[in-house]
């Protein structure tokens, strides 16, 4: 697709789709700057990539994201594509004493941290006139499952939105903005939150009756972030196996 000679930035690349992403990139000839919290996990997305800078890092320290431009152009000289995909959350409801701890933890990753790596990250891609590739979610979209994950609707709402205000706002320097916004897809996501249930009890909530690999995110992705996808900004493309659609 055209990424030889490109340099690439992605977040939470330790697994599920930033691993996939991070692996495809380095795949069609990209330098890829791989960003996470897990050494061991971030060594094993490496040994997949050809040409990989590895980024041990926690995007929601502001010292972090500050190191993480800088030894990316340090190392490449650059940055052409940005891929904010880190992400987490931590379940509760309106009703539980703890929902305004799991709203300031889920805000700070969903979207403090992107506003803050991609700001640092904007004057780098306007010299290169390259574009950004955020990894919102099919529940900044629906209410169906809303109930004990309100906070990652919520911030994955705004980070699509932030999307589209930030595509009108670098489309005169010549930088796309785009959004890809997955439904349910196997990562470590659950594991991670504590969420309890298994990703093939989703299936049946699919229009198509499965759930995504994380390859096929990173499919989509690596076209937005092309050249293919050159006359392409301020869009949001669904990749949930018929999760919007699905008729009850």
């Given at each position: ?60 320290n502001d010292d972090d994201a500050q ?182």
């Open positions: 697709m055209g990424f030889q000679d490109k340099v690439a930035i992605v977040t939470g690349a330790s697994s599920g789709i930033g691993a996939a992403v991070a692996i495809a990139l380095s795949a069609e000839g990209a330098s890829v700057a791989i960003v996470g919290r897990n050494q061991a996990k971030l060594a094993a997305t490496a040994a997949r990539c050809a040409n990989a800078l590895v980024i041990q890092a926690d995007v929601t190191r993480i431009i800088h030894q990316t152009v340090e190392t490449f000289g650059k940055i052409d594509v940005l891929v904010n995909n880190a992400g987490n959350t931590r379940s509760a409801s309106m009703f539980d004493e703890n929902i305004m701890a799991a709203y300031d933890f889920t805000m700070n990753v969903n979207l403090r941290a992107v506003f803050r790596i991609t700001s640092l990250a904007i004057p780098y891609l306007i010299k290169t006139k390259g574009n950004i590739v955020n990894v919102s979610s099919v529940s900044g979209h629906s209410t169906r499952l809303a109930m004990q994950t309100i906070t990652y609707s919520v911030s994955k709402a705004a980070l699509s939105h932030f999307s589209g205000c930030l595509a009108a706002d670098l489309a005169p320097h010549g930088v796309r903005v785009n959004t890809v916004s997955p439904g349910h897809t196997v990562t470590d996501l659950l594991e991670n939150s504590g969420f309890p249930g298994k990703w093939e009890d989703f299936a049946a909530l699919t229009a198509l009756g499965k759930v995504a690999a994380a390859q096929e995110v990173a499919d989509l992705v690596l076209f937005i972030a092309s050249d293919k996808a050159k006359s392409v900004t301020g869009s949001n493309y669904f990749c949930d196996n018929g999760f919007m659609i699905k008729r009850d």
